[in-house]
């Protein structure tokens, strides 16, 4: 979703980092090849996540919502030596594809897949993290919040993809829309959690910065 006006979405995009080649080129064959690639987070927002994470230097990221791992070579961009990212994603189909690109990106040894449900999943990660993106089903957001907060260092940082929603978070709400509500009601948690300072930035569909006191 793009709330700006194109000419100045074009003039931002003119004027920011290059996206690197290999991730046109996943982002080529993830066009060709696999379902919904819209899901991608695309170049603009793959330079901010590269840059938040360049300025953190994590040594642990937690990431939910791999796709085909586009956003995860881009948060690597950004780690502490020896570092690492513990990426989650449901779908084993693309398991293959996503490590064929973490290898080639130079990254591959520090990227650590993990296949299955989030929920079972994060549990069981004895890892306190710098830099979580949350990037996954929108009706878990809250879950996963409640989830990774304890696993949050003090100073790390939680970033939500979507949490505009195409704009639907300020339409009249439908009921039988269980995403926009999740959204809506992940958003006044964020908001309303005082272990947290954060900030909703307009970028694409709406990403927010969340900071752990």
């Not at 570092?83 to 293959?96: C, I, M, S």
């Not at 994060?122 to 089903?137: E, G, H, R, S």
Request: hydrophobic share 40%; with cysteine; proline share 4%.
């Amino acid at each position: 979703m793009y709330f700006l006006p194109e000419a100045l979405d074009n003039y931002i995009v003119a004027h920011s980092e290059q996206e690197p080649e290999l991730l046109q080129q996943l982002t080529r064959e993830t066009y060709q090849k696999v379902l919904q690639p819209i899901m991608l987070s695309g170049p603009y927002q793959g330079r901010v996540l590269s840059m938040i994470s360049k300025l953190i230097k994590p040594k642990f990221i937690l990431e939910l919502g791999t796709f085909t791992g586009y956003s995860t070579i881009c948060l690597a961009e950004g780690l502490a030596e020896n570092g690492r990212v513990h990426t989650v994603d449901v779908n084993e189909e693309l398991v293959d594809f996503q490590r064929k690109y973490f290898d080639k990106s130079g990254f591959g040894q520090q990227i650590i897949q993990h296949t299955g449900n989030a929920l079972n999943i994060i549990p069981k990660l004895d890892i306190n993290f710098d830099l979580v993106f949350i990037d996954a089903d929108k009706p878990n957001y809250s879950n996963y919040f409640h989830l990774i907060i304890d696993k949050l260092n003090s100073g790390g940082i939680i970033l939500s993809d979507n949490v505009l929603w195409h704009g639907k978070v300020i339409e009249p709400l439908d009921e039988k829309d269980k995403s926009t509500k999740a959204v809506l009601d992940y958003n006044t948690l964020l908001k309303s959690d005082d272990r947290i300072e954060t900030v909703l930035l307009p970028i694409r569909d709406g990403l927010t910065i969340s900071r752990k006191k």
